[in-house]
T-cell receptor, first 112, second 114 residues
Framework: GQQLNQSPQSMFIQEGEDVSMNCTSSSIFNTWLWYKQEPGEGPVLLIALYKAGELTSNGRLTAQFGITRKDSFLNISASIPSDVGIYFCAGENTGTASKLTFGTGTRLQVTL | EAQVTQNPRYLITVTGKKLTVTCSQNMNHEYMSWYRQDPGLGLRQIYYSMNVEVTDKGDVPEGYKVSRKEKRNFPLILESPSPNQTSLYFC?????????????FGPGTRLTVL
């Protein structure tokens, strides 16, 4: 099945640094979503994007829906220890077989 | 509290021994889905259900069965588990999969097949 390419695979950063990760697809999506998964838990939705070019913020998080509808990025500013986790992008195309396609994930580690 | 529950959370079994992982949601959601998570592969959809008695295959359905007899429950059945089904499994639900309907995920079931 379709898969989204997410990069980087992992990041080790210091507290206070900014983080950027992105997701690319060979096909277009109508909706881009960003999830965070903490150890031992299921993914939790962070940001949803519905229009090409859209830029949306949620606190220190900012995400953009690429103009081509084939990519998206997520930025985290001034990282803190509780940002640790795995971040997943996901794309959705509504229709008779609506479903989410997830990226491969970016594992983020924040050191003090 | 609105939630998706899965049982068991951890399971170690042997090849060929049938097992069922239960999933239940208390939000009256129409849409439910099962994913498996493997290192480097992200989450891949196994099966999904748009409503009661309506199920369809996702990207990796081989070796799995599901049923949706009631709106709140969506069990995942492995008739004859094999070691390549060792994985972390997540159930998710939402009102429907369109627009701004957030998918809520369960806490996960870690399955090991020996």
């Amino acid at each position: 099945g379709q898969q989204l390419n997410q990069s980087p695979q992992s990041m080790f950063i210091q507290e206070g640094e900014d983080v950027s990760m992105n997701c690319t697809s060979s096909s277009i999506f109508n909706t881009w979503l960003w999830y965070k998964q903490e150890p031992g838990e299921g993914p939790v939705l962070l940001i949803a994007l519905y229009k090409a070019g859209e830029l949306t913020s949620n606190g220190r998080l900012t995400a953009q829906f690429g103009i081509t509808r084939k990519d998206s990025f997520l930025n985290i500013s001034a990282s803190i220890p509780s940002d640790v986790g795995i971040y997943f992008c996901a794309g959705e195309n509504t229709g008779t077989a609506s479903k989410l396609t997830f990226g491969t994930g970016t594992r983020l580690q924040v050191t003090l | 509290e609105a939630q998706v529950t899965q049982n068991p959370r951890y399971l170690i079994t042997v090849t060929g021994k049938k097992l069922t992982v239960t999933c239940s949601q208390n939000m009256n959601h129409e849409y439910m889905s099962w994913y498996r998570q493997d290192p480097g592969l992200g989450l891949r959809q196994i099966y999904y259900s748009m409503n009661v008695e309506v199920t369809d295959k996702g990207d990796v359905p081989e070796g799995y069965k599901v049923s949706r007899k009631e709106k709140r429950n969506f069990p995942l059945i492995l008739e004859s588990p094999s070691p390549n089904q060792t994985s972390l499994y997540f159930c998710a639900s939402s009102w429907r999969l369109a627009g701004d309907n957030e998918q809520f995920f369960g806490p996960g079931t870690r399955l090991t097949v020996l």
